[in-house]
């Protein structure tokens, strides 16, 4: 064997010490990209000057807080539902935006109609469709209302109506053009924006280092001058080792976006919302209190993946009056149609047979009340499938990727 030089020696060392700084790089991620939290402050509460109070970043496996959260009894204050479904999990997904069209829809804003899928989709909606996805076979139309409601609407939600709009009455979401997408991209974005603008994340929650490629390319260039310095095993081992240092780093580099301190408790606030979502009982509400809570409540229940549970919980309640012999139970579901639910599978049996004596039109208090809780219930079913209808855009899943710090152009994050 060739004795070693000073040379093999060096490059060795230097070698060796790239992976001395990839270790280093390794464990001050884990602590970077952990999110921070208040110091010696109720998990949740927001102190009165913020900008100015202790914090510390979490320490541990879990990079998000995970201990122990009281329930809250109302949403972060303030807060609509595509916010709180964004600070939960750092994305903006399909629910996220179907909720912000519910929650429109349940303010007066628009009327949300389920009728069966009839024609082809739109080519804008077949070409972001999953390439692997059956063919939908509800559809739903979206009618703007003529009257203004007494509720005013937000940067954001102005401009995702317009967009998805765009002057007409109603639209059909499997004839949404190129236009309507786009506008449902800008409102990703623009959620992406909004949390960033109110201090919950330093920068975009799904941007990743982008220096991982030069990184790479700088790794690969100095291997390549180890081996051409020194074209023995010496050389040829610590090129191998430098290289493999350099995706390694990348690696460690490449971490999520903690939020602040602010964005901790309000994502803890908002969980606790969801505790109270997805565990509340039938037994918790008043008769006289279920007309107004059903349907303010959700669109975040949709965001929390608990819209299922909510529904039931208030279908219960309505068979539980009609057992008790109180007063219907008076749901404000103005807001949807269930005239076409006897052609899609969401209807319920009795739904259906009460149809047939041609008295179903669109669903009113009354009606709700001779069916007791099976339109209620429906209404998580309506809640999932048009989630999952928005969610077989496939625009709609990278969130993120590509858009920078959330304040860059949409139409170049649509194309990323």
Not at 217 to 224: I, K, N, P
Not at 249 to 259: D, H, I, K, S, Y
Request: hydrophobic fraction near 45%; glycine fraction near 10%.
């Amino acid at each position: 064997m060739v004795p070693m030089t000073p040379t093999d020696l060096g490059l060795l060392t230097l070698a060796l010490f790239a992976w001395v700084v990839v270790a280093v790089l390794h464990v001050a991620g884990r602590t970077l990209h952990h999110d921070e939290v208040f110091t010696d402050v109720t998990p949740g509460v927001i102190p009165p000057q913020p900008a100015r109070a202790p914090r510390h970043r979490l320490r541990g496996a879990s990079p998000e807080y995970d201990g122990e959260i009281a329930v809250a009894f109302a949403p972060p204050r303030g807060l609509k539902p595509g916010l709180v479904g964004t600070i939960v999990d750092g994305r903006v997904d399909s629910y996220d935006l179907t909720a912000m069209l519910v929650d429109l829809a349940v303010r007066g804003h628009l009327r949300i109609t389920a009728v069966p899928l009839a024609g082809e989709l739109s080519p804008a909606r077949r070409h972001f469709a999953r390439r692997d996805a059956e063919p939908p076979r509800t559809d739903w139309v979206l009618t703007r209302s003529d009257e203004h409601p007494y509720d005013t609407l937000d940067e954001l939600e102005e401009g995702l109506l317009d967009g998805v709009f765009r002057g007409r009455a109603e639209i059909r979401f499997s004839q949404l053009d190129h236009p309507a997408l786009l506008a449902l991209r800008e409102t990703q974005v623009g959620l992406y924006r909004e949390v960033v603008r109110r201090g919950w994340y330093p920068r975009h929650p799904q941007q990743r280092g982008r220096s991982g490629c030069a990184l790479i390319a700088s790794g690969a260039v100095l291997a390549g001058l180890f081996v051409l310095v020194r074209p023995t095993w010496a050389g040829a081992l610590s090129a191998v080792l430098l290289l493999a240092a350099s995706v390694l780093a990348t690696r460690a580099l490449r971490g999520r976006t903690p939020r602040t301190a602010e964005g901790s408790a309000v994502r803890i606030q908002a969980l606790g919302f969801k505790k109270y979502l997805q565990t509340a009982e039938a037994d918790q509400f008043r008769f006289e209190e279920a007309a107004g809570i059903f349907s303010r409540y959700l669109p975040y229940a949709m965001v929390f993946g608990v819209a299922q549970h909510w529904a039931k919980v208030f279908g219960d309640l309505a068979r539980r009056a009609q057992l008790a012999g109180a007063d219907p139970v008076e749901f404000d579901l103005s807001w949807f149609d269930v005239a076409a639910w006897q052609a899609v599978d969401m209807a319920t049996d009795l739904l259906w047979w009460d149809s047939l004596d041609g008295s179903l039109d669109l669903i009113d208090t009354e009606l709700v009340a001779q069916l007791g809780g099976g339109v209620v219930e429906g209404l998580g079913g309506f809640a999932t499938e048009l989630g999952e209808f928005m969610g077989s855009l496939d625009f709609l899943d990278g969130l993120g990727d590509g858009c920078g710090d959330g304040c860059g152009d949409a139409a170049g994050c649509l194309d990323a």
